[in-house]
């Protein structure tokens, strides 16, 4: 018996239950320092990047918002802890852009937007679940055109762009040189070339880039400081997090359910979001399958229908508990990369991708959110984390969507498509950028695509 349990792969490891697995720290995967240290860093610095929007446009307090991000948090870490997903889940980010866009700009009250929210999230939900349970959801996705697929996730890019310096320009004005500054340095470390090249030759440039937002953070803080653009104001003890008065004021339970139209109006923006999500799923999936010839040792279950009933199961719980779509993603790109290369390089290095992504999601415990002290000297650096968030992934967006199309034909659509998402409702986007197809292409553009 000692030895059959001795040669368990790790990874077999956890509680089952149904077509899922949890693991325990300590008893089903071991302590990974690193990812742990990062992780820390990572959620004190992004974690809370909602938190001035849910105070300027959805009407919650500075401590509602802190207790909204941590039911955020613990969803998205559940994906790994609790479902045995091996994916570094996060954010649908392009969609982030196009679901403020839509929310805030038709409908006026907060108890609107949160239905709406509601209305988003259980849309997802539905759909997610209903494709994973029937495994209809890559043949769906492989139907899409390419030119759609490109001006959706330019859509997303303007729409981030427009966010930023149309919509919400004071947030920059309130703090200009350290906006300013910490903008310049998360576009250098993320997208520069000549600075990619130098993080080859340095290791002190590849430790700065490897810290995410943090160095633009730091400067922000600094220069910021200095110039008496940010003021801090610490606050001492725990967080106590204010659940019934949120609850009053999110979920469809006090606030109402939304009404059907809410449901009918929310489904272009549910198909554009799945698009998003299931291309996250192929790209982490490419991900692990580069890396696992390294790892035999750790054999890992993937399966994508059982990701997307993960991932309706998470919306669906945030639709009725805290809602704000589209939060509750499959795919954190950039962690996830992390991540897997460390586990590429052998056991002694990471036990088990899902220990190591566990470790970096501090377990689906955020207890920085609890520290009052944590929380309020952060505060100051909110706004310049939504911004940020929305730039780089304008950048990020406009990067893929520009080397989709093949040919003249296919940019144009892209173009014509991104722009009636972006000024118009999703549904006209999407309805343009079908006819554009249809016109311009043919319907052999909605033929069904060999999986790349």
């Not at 307090?61 to 613990?74: D, Q, R």
């Not at 520009?402 to 309805?431: C, D, H, N, Y």
Request: with cysteine.
């Amino acid at each position: 018996m000692k030895n059959n349990r001795k040669n368990t792969p790790a990874s077999s490891k956890g509680f089952k239950w149904g077509p899922f697995t949890a693991r325990l720290p300590f008893l089903h995967m071991r302590l990974e320092w690193p990812e742990l240290a990062q992780g820390v860093v990572v959620a004190a610095s992004t974690g809370l990047a909602l938190t001035p929007l849910l105070i300027a446009a959805f009407g919650l307090t500075f401590e509602e918002a802190i207790t909204i991000s941590i039911f955020h948090t613990i969803l998205i870490s559940s994906h790994v802890v609790l479902f045995g997903e091996p994916f570094a889940p996060g954010w649908v980010t392009p969609a982030l852009p196009l679901a403020l866009a839509f929310v805030l700009g038709g409908y006026d009250t907060p108890v609107e937007r949160f239905q709406m929210m509601t209305a988003l999230s259980l849309n997802l939900a539905g759909l997610m679940f209903f494709l994973g349970i029937t495994g209809l959801g890559k043949k769906l996705i492989l139907h899409i055109p390419t030119a759609i697929k490109a001006g959706i996730i330019l859509g997303a890019a303007l729409s981030a762009f427009k966010r930023v310096f149309v919509d919400d320009f004071e947030t920059i004005e309130a703090m200009p040189v350290s906006m300013t500054l910490a903008l310049i340095t998360c576009l250098i470390v993320s997208f520069s070339i000549p600075f990619q090249a130098l993080k080859l030759k340095y290791k002190s440039l590849a430790i700065v880039a490897s810290l995410g937002l943090l160095p633009g953070f730091i400067i922000a803080g600094v220069v910021g400081t200095y110039l008496e653009e940010i003021t801090f104001d610490i606050q001492w003890g725990l967080l106590v997090p204010p659940v019934g008065d949120l609850m009053s004021k999110v979920s469809p339970f006090y606030i109402g359910w939304p009404p059907l139209s809410f449901f009918i109006e929310a489904i272009p923006l549910t198909i554009i979001t799945y698009t998003i999500v299931f291309g996250d799923l192929l790209t982490g999936i490419a991900i692990i399958k580069e890396a696992e010839k390294s790892r035999p040792d750790d054999k890992l279950d993937i399966d994508t229908s059982r990701s997307h009933i993960v991932v309706a199961i998470r919306n669906a719980v945030m639709g009725v508990i805290a809602p704000f779509f589209p939060t509750q993603g499959c795919l954190w790109t950039g962690v996830h990369v992390v991540v897997v290369k460390r586990w590429a390089e052998g056991k002694d290095k990471m036990e088990t991708l899902v220990g190591g992504l566990s470790a970096y999601y501090l377990y689906g415990l955020p207890f920085l959110l609890f520290l009052l002290p944590v929380v309020t000297f952060l505060k100051p650096f909110m706004p310049i984390a939504l911004v940020l968030t929305l730039i780089l992934t304008g950048f990020a967006c406009a990067y893929v969507a520009l080397s989709m199309p093949k040919g003249q034909v296919e940019r144009s659509i892209m173009l014509l498509t991104a722009f009636f998402l972006v000024f118009f409702a999703p549904w006209v986007g999407l309805v343009v950028g079908v006819i554009a197809v249809l016109l311009l292409l043919g319907t052999k553009a909605f033929k069904l695509k060999a999986m790349e």
